[in-house]
């Protein structure tokens, strides 16, 4: 999972170092050291860049800023006019930071530890830059959604190819799988699910797959519920995030060729020992003879003791031979 | 839904005359008042008592206080020493004026509309007694759930014995269904929520039933997703809620014999007009000719134009003449 490293003491010392976590972000040198932080200790098979999903809004003219304890601020898009304020010509050269660190990060990892770049989906991504803060619920974005259907989508509009365009070029620069996240899927209903999630991200997955087609792409529709299989038999990505609440002998059944991902429950990890092992086990025994990727069903918690870390990619490990 | 009264004027009044919300919900008079008012606006086939999931831990010994705009505190229950504090002997003595209330608002309702009770499960009841407070994720709850399951399993039954007790009251006084709402159902992966979830509100449906059979039940896991129809198969409620998220059709194929309810969302309402029609009618199609109670997916937003809801009422009964 992403939220590489608040659990980490290596990583705290740098952050209380820098003026800013987007200048975590946009400074190559630090965002590389934080990518390599839990791989020198863990040595996971797959690293995933540190970066943020609010750096594509940010690129677009959004001002993002992150406030101590309160989570991130944007300038709010809530009129036509917000929306002509924002710019996507230029934005690869605005992020060209977040591309250094990539093509940095290819050279310093291992051989045979794979980089994910990631972003944010659209839907997720327009639901911060409405609201201009994080939320319990995202009302104002959903509000405008449905009162302003015609410039809500312009804005998804937007974001489908400012995020084609960000992830493509995480791919020039030397990463080796894509996951995109919606983290705030959940809280639509099906039609709006359909048009605001599912949709944009079958957009953006047919435009990955047309100009890299070698290149798997992992689809996070977090909340989806008993939408995912609907959802990625429309987005088809190779790969499909679960959330913790997602039942996976249901979810095996449903999506029988997909290769899935996540599901464990990250409260396990900050309880460690036996109840973090059994629920290990709970999902490979589920998922085992067929294709998965081992994960968390969201972020690490930052109360996670690193040593647990370890305990649970060692216990994977000794499982899965082949990749030890 | 219960969130009755915080978009109606005539709530508010009554609030800010009030010391607390809790002495609104404790003083027959005034609750009996905030029952009537949105039936007295716009006369729906039912009435949802007005009362509160936390008024169970508080006659437990929790000593609830709602803070203005910061929600409810409550004093916390982490240790065996904190749950040998609750005490189950004396609850209905300690809810009397809940059971006043049904008494009163069963005198007061036209003979056609239907009252409905209801009590908090366990889990959702559990996570506030744990956390002290409400939480985003409930992360000391899910913790301590983990970590000291026998513990926890405690307190789950403790609040099996108490909901049930509590329902029965207020089916002696007059309520002619209950609800039973599992709000933060949809945060526990499965194990944990068919544990917490789904077998305390079978063992309280049975006790039910077995104590009276006539009256209906409508359990609430809300956020269940793909989970939905293993927990209904399980806990074998008359009734089930649906929250905005769930696909209509899928529901409907996977429980064909359940009466379903809900699943309007409750930014439809904000919105108003053509597009609450829009989602009502959606809702409408979707369940017609089987066993259905129209509703929200979750509570009235404060922000809702009453004038909505009465053009709502009134559109749902044009298309259903039996009920109007």
Known sequence: MRQAGRYLPEYRSLRQAARSFLELCYTPELAVEITLQPIRRFG????????????????LGCAVRFEEGAGPRLTPIRTQQDLRGLALDGLQERLAA???????????????????GFAGAPWTVAAYMVEGETSKEYARARILARREPKLFGALIDLLVEATTTHLLAQIEAGAQVVQLFDSWAGVLPEPEFVQWCQKPAARIVAALKAARPDVPVIAFPRGAGALYPAYQNAVASDGLGLDTAVPLAWARRALPETCLQGNLDPI??????????????????????????FNLGHGVLPETDPDSVAELVGFIKSLSPESA
Chains 1, 2 share one sequence.
């Open 44 to 59: 996971m098979d797959a690293a995933i860049l540190f970066s943020d999903i609010l750096v594509v809004p940010d690129a």
């Open 98 to 116: 977040v591309y250094a660190t990539v093509r940095a990060l290819r050279e310093r990892l291992p051989e045979d530890t794979a980089l994910i």
């Open 268 to 293: 396990a990890l900050v309880v460690g020992g036996r109840t973090m092992r059994a629920e290990a086990e709970r999902i490979v025994a589920a998922l085992a003879g067929s294709r998965f990727i």
